[in-house]
């Protein structure tokens, strides 16, 4: 059997044997937005060092763990901290929770991030839907044997950000009269922040906002057939684009301020997606 495959099914056997609870809906916590599993109706929790096999983020306040539960009756897994590929794990590793949240029945992927502005029409504190993504600096999660029992070899990545989940995220942003702006996501390595050429390099290339994660998970999710939306919270503008010099304080600051929209918007657009699904 395909090694990365042998490890998800060891993982979501794991799971199985301690969480009972089916989600409908997988949401992945960004920097600002760690303790939003905290507030839901949790019914399920699961600390991933608790999972045979399992990657274990070691990144500094994340918790580390799923959380099941519902957000306004919604069936939902969260990931209280996710895995970064500059931790230094295996890009197979770093979307496995994403395939082991699929396997425990999420249908729809909701990812959030904090990421860096690389359009000068954005502003720190800003919301960002995202359209699509630019990966090709990270390594595709899809190298390597095809698992069959995932996905086809060769997936169409066209639509990765499900058109009618953006419409509900719009509809949703007018009803809370919270503003957000749309765009595409292009994903570096990290940990380093990116040069003033890079950022402008990522703006020649078409992208609005950098980070260290999502594109890869979205990949990964939409080979296996997920519904996927994102939305970043600009915390930074890219380097070269202001006189400050980047500092990962300032990034946690500027999600912590608008973490209480952020969390409202999550929730509204969580609870308009589960009207689609009953």
Do not use: W
């Not at 600009?234 to 990034?251: A, F, K, Q, Y």
Request: aromatic share 8%.
């Amino acid at each position: 059997m395909n090694q990365v495959y042998e490890k998800l099914l060891g993982c979501y056997k794991s799971v199985q044997e301690k969480v009972s609870f089916k989600p409908e809906i997988a949401l992945i916590l960004g920097s600002g937005l760690g303790d939003y599993a905290d507030t839901i109706d949790i019914k399920e929790t699961l600390d991933y060092s608790e999972i045979e096999g399992f990657p274990i983020s070691t990144v500094k306040g994340h918790k580390g763990r799923f959380v099941f539960g519902y957000v306004n009756e919604v069936p939902v897994v969260i990931m209280q901290g996710r895995v970064h590929y500059y931790e230094g794990y295996d890009i197979t590793d770093v979307v496995l929770p994403v395939r082991l949240m699929k396997l425990m029945g999420a249908k729809v992927l909701f990812l959030t991030n904090a990421a860096g502005g690389v359009n000068y029409d954005f502003n720190a504190g800003d919301f960002m839907m995202i359209t699509d993504h630019i990966s090709n600096f990270v390594p595709s999660p899809l190298i390597g044997e095809n698992i069959e029992e995932l996905g086809e070899r060769f997936p169409d990545m066209s639509s990765v950000y499900d058109k009618d989940l953006q419409d509900i995220i719009r509809q949703t942003s007018k009803e809370l009269e919270i503003p957000i702006k749309e765009g595409v996501y292009i994903q570096y390595t990290g940990p380093n922040f990116e040069t003033p050429q890079e950022v402008k390099m990522a703006r020649i290339l078409g992208a609005d906002a950098a980070g260290m994660s999502t594109a890869c998970e979205a990949m990964a999710a939409n080979h296996m057939g997920m519904k996927i939306c994102g939305i970043s919270c600009i915390t930074n503008m890219g380097s070269g684009m202001s006189d400050n010099p980047l500092t990962h304080v300032e990034v946690q600051e500027t999600a912590d301020r608008v973490a209480p929209l952020f969390k409202q918007l999550v929730t509204g657009v969580i609870t308009n997606i589960g009207k689609t699904l009953k």
